[in-house]
């Protein structure tokens, strides 16, 4: 893999930069946490844990305005040019996706403490724990990405999406004619279908962190390219 | 209102800015009109019109592509700083919410067609039409206070969010119990369900664009700070 980083004059910018990249990871660890934990919150009935997730919202805001000040600090005081000038610009796209990624996980806390409080959902269980598990590994494996500048994990990552938005599919449709066959569940069931649709969504997230990603390493804008695309491009890089 | 527009050495320079917002609102038209033609195409059973919608798909990709490059572009070679560096990095993200705007306004387009394909739901329409109202509005009071930099439209279109927000979880509400009594609408309920939820964050995105503006005009990120917050900064901004 190429070799991001660039000889700066200043010895001081380069801290900088690292700064910056350092309080990225440490927003995606904290929003990786946040995933992991509402989905376990949800699968234990653990209110405790939900309200923690919830109240890491606060963490994931006050990091997300101090990256983005950086951001602007250093374009405006170093006016970085290519790979630092990327680099930067792909770090504030990415906050944006791991912000939401925040509040999808917060909405999941939101879900449990109600299946909690007004019952069990009798049916999707099992849907929840399957997709939690790929959507939790598509958000480590995108954040290790970037820790690492991995193209071929950043493809990979993309690819995943689609098999969780095919499960997802399969799960929504399960969960439908379950419901017609017992239509006094329906309110419950809901609680669940939300929460595989905010999976579904940080999914989503995952796979956009990762185009930013890919943006970074290569320069080009893949975001509305699709995963078989992606591979092809990412084989072009490394032949480069 | 205070006047954004500095002196700039370079003619060259203002004509890129201009270029670049200019592009902005044209993306912004596309996005308004996606949004609006999607909520009549599917109470009109127009599938002609669902197809137009999804088709400026592309349109709205290729010119955030474009917008996104000429960003970076600017940022590389007029190195700008203050209010033309906060122009350019709020562009940025707000072309991110339009392209997500466009997105949703796809996804209704496609319930609309699977509505018309397998049949319509016996309930929610007039709450697509009312919710949808409203929505549209946001989109368009957005876009204007983009055009003109008017504060008080954007914290007007961010409190607007709040009562799409209730609308949108009385109608999920009584759409439930219109299911749990005639549970053979379950899958049909659903497309409408979709909808609503679609609405529901194009919403979201158009506050977060008038949040981006906030922070346009008076540097403030304000991305997390809540509607009445929004409005007292704004005043404060005024007697600044």
Not at 15 to 38: I, K, Y
Not at 82 to 98: C, G, H, N, P
Not at 134 to 141: D, F, G, I, L, Q
Request: net charge negative; glycine share 4%; charged share 30%.
């Amino acid at each position: 893999m190429r070799e991001l980083t660039t000889d700066h004059i200043s010895q001081q910018f380069n801290s900088e930069l690292e700064t910056l990249r350092q309080h990225f990871l440490t927003m995606g660890g904290v929003v990786e946490n946040q995933v992991s934990d509402a989905i376990h919150a949800l699968l234990e009935s653990d209110s405790h844990l939900a309200e923690e997730v919830k109240e890491k919202d606060a963490t994931v805001n006050q990091l997300d305005g101090i990256i983005d000040e950086e951001c602007t600090r250093i374009l405006a005081k170093r006016q970085p040019a290519a790979t630092d000038l990327r680099m930067i610009l792909s770090i504030s796209k990415a906050v944006a996706e791991l912000e939401r990624m925040g509040d999808e996980a917060k909405k999941i806390a939101d879900h449990a403490l109600k299946l909690i409080h007004e019952g069990e959902s009798p049916r999707g269980y099992v849907e929840i724990s399957r997709i939690g598990q790929m959507v939790a590994r598509m958000v480590r494996e995108s954040l290790d990405a970037y820790a690492r500048l991995d193209l071929d994990l950043a493809v990979s990552v993309a690819k995943a999406d689609r098999t969780v938005d095919l499960e997802y599919k399969t799960a929504i449709r399960s969960l439908i004619t379950y419901m017609m066959e017992d239509p006094r569940s329906i309110s419950r069931v809901f609680n669940v279908i939300w929460v595989l649709r905010s999976l579904e969504r940080i999914g989503d997230h995952s796979r956009h962190l990762c185009q930013h990603l890919v943006y970074l390493i290569n320069g080009v804008n893949v975001r509305h390219v699709p995963a078989e695309e992606l591979e092809k491009i990412a084989q072009d890089e490394k032949k480069a």
